[in-house]
């Protein structure tokens, strides 16, 4: 895709999920499912939070899109989880997955090795978790190459080759959430750039990315729904930064921004940098800029 | 009652919660409990929530007002909310039912079944949550009449047969929240205007506003309780139009209203439209004004 | 400890939080769970919420400090809060319990019995909270002294005895929260006043205060650790007043107070009341200013 096609792709997952309000049900953490909640309903789309086995999936089977998030697993996640995804991918809906807390115990361990067969259409995650999840998942050499340990300090690039690989086996796409975000369907790598430092003094901005993820999953192809929930989250996030006192008000002027986004406000952003991003594509990376 | 009687109600039971600060215990879903808990301490009530069978037991046989929203459905939910709602009807406590999620899973079923017995004192939800318990409790007609079906966008005048229905076999109030609201107590039929579009891009009003209906519910009527809450849920609503940028200081600035909301204000805004009030109380329906 | 001391280490605590980030995990409760969150990272640690018995532990063993709040218990927690506090305990990591909601429950009453054996190194809780574990670890005459009950109106000087009880106890440190609060190692006994009624307006300051004290256990004596809190918490809160026109934009300015605090305005709180501080020392009550 040339950059003005991507940029036109987002612009129309913009609009059409304030068009369609597509509800995109979770099983997410507790702590940060108000923020979750709230992220998707400002984006245009409908939330749903459950538990129980039989419900997730019969929602995941009715509605257009689905988002895992395992932060706060609890004992019945053992049996949710799998069915949900499974549910997804056999009717081939659209779900995204945050394997967030990965290797922290058997359970979650037990739980994405089943995931694996259900391939999630998007996963979003830091650069430690994407790499955890490569190497759980046998898609990256894990004695040899720049993958030593799982670091959560481990920056955006050390997961490049773990994201490529994970996008290429399940055919979906992989968002690197960082300082930069790293978005790749195994094919192209868009960098973005953007947000805010604030960002990392909230609890919860990640999970609503993947949620907001899921959204627009309902209405794009896996690359874009990811590359519009990360571009409107930077552009709101810089916009934010304007008005906060501190990381509280922040998240309230985020949160209004991300309401009050238009998508010509984020075609704009990116026709400013149109000649960085064609540049760079021919390397396979694309800039997208900062949203100052 | 006439309209005079109903304002003088609803302005004492306002001032009597912030005079007794009820404690209203909750079963409520995960999703949405900071935003229930504030609005309760708002009005000035107590807030609690709790998911193990005993203690939930133990507090509605202490608290004089308790909450069950079903949100978020955990497993143990089989056993606390029946304990707990069977508590507050043997000792005749006030108990408020938001019966959320209603039809998606058997436990649900099975729950919402066990609850008939103990007669909510109010049950909220939106038209479709109310017309489907009225199905499921065999209160309505399922094969004719105006009722095909449960869908999220049914119009809260659909669910009017299905209110009366329901407040009649409780001998308590049901409220049906949407763009207007319907209050009956199966006897008379109040509607309410007011609040803000803002109500539904935020998550959790509805579960705020029944955790409020059981906070007033400690101190009034079943119908004056549901009336009294979604009428001060409407004005702080509306007035927090005014300075919201966006949904999230939306819900910043409906909390401070809640707060700051006097008595004298509640009352004066239903004096303004008491024509409308008297002359359609005649047909069993009264028009509360717009909180503008 | 002299009062400059004091003031000395609590600068450097606040100082050290920030610069060494420090992680303090919680098992806590599902209202509270995201102010409690974005209280650590405001004073510069870092949090993560679980529930599972296996990962809390391990978490537990990884982290220097971790943060157990009783709130929202659900059955699981009869394994997950043992394990836990054991780890810490056997690995001398601090750890803070909040036993909220202290005997409403059987399970609550056996895991609390559990816990004693495990010490934590700081405690939290209303009066009411603290002379009921001071009874529970039968470490206070049950039947004389000035307690009788256990009430939620319990005024803080009442569960001086129990504070201190629990301290000698433990070799940590207790506080107890309140319109002022009070903070024993079970040697000095210091007042601490400030904050604002807010406080009480909200849900979750008592959990979001616990959840700090462990970012400051991790890098401080459980008594700095305790006072570091407070001070933070009565401070911010103060100057929150000023912006708040209620208890929601109260939460707003607060946090984002609490994130801008310096450790120098900290320390000048004290100095003023140099005074006081001194003579009162003499007497084992050091009273610590009002941070007006």
Redesign the interface.
């Known amino acids: 895709m040339t950059d003005t096609e991507i940029r036109s792709e987002i612009a129309r997952a913009f609009d059409e999920a304030r068009t369609q309000n597509p509800l995109a049900p979770s099983i997410t953490?507790?702590?940060?499912?108000?923020?979750v909640?709230?992220a998707q309903?400002?984006v245009g789309g409908a939330?749903a939070?459950?538990?129980?086995p039989?419900?997730c999936e019969?929602?995941a089977k009715l509605a257009p899109a689905f988002y895992v998030n395992m932060?706060?697993?609890?004992?019945?996640y053992a049996e949710t989880l799998p069915r949900a995804a499974k549910a997804c991918h056999e009717l081939q809906k659209p779900w995204v997955l945050d394997p967030v807390?990965i290797g922290?115990?058997?359970?979650?361990t037990k739980i994405l090795l089943q995931l694996k067969d259900f391939k999630p259409t998007i996963i979003r995650g830091n650069a430690s978790e994407i790499i955890a999840l490569a190497k759980l998942w046998s898609l990256i050499d894990t004695d040899g190459g720049q993958v030593r340990g799982v670091e959560s300090t481990e920056k955006v690039s050390a997961a490049k080759v773990s994201a490529v690989a994970l996008a290429k086996f399940t055919g979906g796409a992989v968002a690197v959430s960082g300082e930069e975000d790293l978005i790749t369907d195994g094919e192209e790598i868009v960098m973005c750039t953007g947000g805010s430092d604030f960002f990392t003094?909230?609890?919860?901005s990640g999970c609503a990315l993947g949620g907001v993820m899921a959204v627009y999953a309902a209405v794009a192809s896996p690359l874009i729904a990811a590359l519009t929930a990360t571009t409107v989250f930077n552009l709101a996030g810089s916009k934010a930064v304007a008005d906060a006192?501190?990381?509280?008000?922040f998240?309230?002027?985020?949160?209004?921004?991300?309401?009050?986004l238009t998508a010509t406000e984020v075609s704009e952003k990116f026709r400013a940098v149109e000649s960085l991003f064609e540049s760079m594509f021919n390397f396979g990376v694309v800039a997208f800029p900062h949203a100052d």
Chains 1, 2, 3 share one sequence.
Request: hydrophobic share 40%; proline share 4%.
């Open positions: 953490n507790t702590v940060t499912q108000d923020f909640a709230n309903l400002a939330a939070m459950m538990y129980l039989d419900e019969d929602i932060g706060t697993a609890m004992p019945f807390g922290m115990s058997e359970l979650r003094k909230i609890t919860g006192h501190g990381p509280a008000s998240k309230v002027h985020f949160l209004d921004n991300l309401y009050n």
